[in-house]
């Protein structure tokens, strides 16, 4: 099932699916004790982010090819980093450049898929560790390189949560409808320009294996958001870099879940 949380025009937030045009029906219920249809309609005025997180784990360098291209070794151990909630946005809405971003330019682009937690999960076994996801949706770990590799002490965190650094959507896809989520096609456009391609099949670390070391004595509450890593073709790796500015258009597209845009000012 597609979920989609979103804003009806009295304001109210609501999750809800079976959308057509800008009419969902909406759904009962929470992502621990499951949703249910309520047979009501309703209009959908603004799509939000799917969930409100309350943690964001992401892996960095966790695609081979992304490896290569930034001529880092594998990692032997996954890459943990945090992003603010509240850097969370949705389906259209704007990705702003930070003016502390704007000169020199640095803001980049990263496709990733994004695992959200449906249960409280700790030490979880790797065989079992899809038994604790919700479902399934697009994520863009948007970064600002300048900040991420000078201006954090070594730490990651600075340059990936500046507010609206954190798209996700289109929607929720459940985990029953994505059996393999390490086998799914992925892809960024700028612009309409191919920029990113590759599959999960790619990744150093399965999904299952991220969530079991990532639960290893450390609980991951429902709704907890992990973005698994991004495949090769980022901004900053290219010659020359290639970095975001007002006016972009990014399409990040994952194979069974759906195209998630936004635009950049």
């Given amino acids: 099932m597609q979920i989609i949380r979103f804003m009806d025009e009295n304001g109210e937030v609501h999750q809800g699916t079976e959308v057509s045009g800008n009419i969902a ?26 969930v409100e997180p309350p943690a964001i784990f992401c892996i960095g360098l966790n695609y081979r090819s992304h490896a290569e291209e930034t001529n880092m070794p594998l990692p032997k ?3 943990v980093f945090m992003k603010n909630p509240a850097s969370v946005i949705g389906q259209d809405m704007p990705i ?8 020199p330019p640095q803001v980049d682009y990263e496709v990733e898929l994004a695992v959200v937690i449906g249960k409280p999960a700790r030490n979880v076994a ?8 919700a479902g399934y949706c697009v994520g863009n770990d948007v970064s600002a390189r300048i900040w991420q590799m000078q201006g954090g002490g070594n730490q990651w965190v600075r340059g990936k949560t ?27 456009r700028l612009n309409g320009t191919l920029m990113q391609t590759g599959n999960t099949s790619d990744m150093i670390f399965s ?49 069974s879940i759906g195209t998630l845009v936004n635009v950049v000012w």
């Fill in 126 to 133: 790797p065989e079992k560790a899809l038994d604790y996801v």
């Fill in 207 to 255: 999904t299952r294996k991220l969530i079991a070391f990532l639960s290893e004595d450390t609980t991951l509450l429902p709704g907890t958001v992990i973005l698994t890593g991004t495949p090769s073709g980022v901004g900053y790796s290219r010659k020359p870099p290639v970095f975001l500015k007002s006016g972009d258009r990014l399409e990040m597209t994952i194979e």
């Fill in 162 to 188: 500046f507010d609206t650094f954190c798209p996700l959507g289109p929607h929720l896809v459940t985990a029953d409808e994505i059996p393999d989520p390490d086998h799914l096609n992925l892809e960024c």
């Fill in 25 to 50: 029906m909406v759904l009962k219920g929470d992502l621990i004790s499951g949703l249910e249809k309520t047979g009501r309609k309703t209009i959908v005025a603004q799509i939000l982010a799917p």
């Fill in 96 to 103: 702003v450049i930070p003016e502390s971003c704007k000169n």
């Fill in 77 to 79: 151990y996954p890459v």
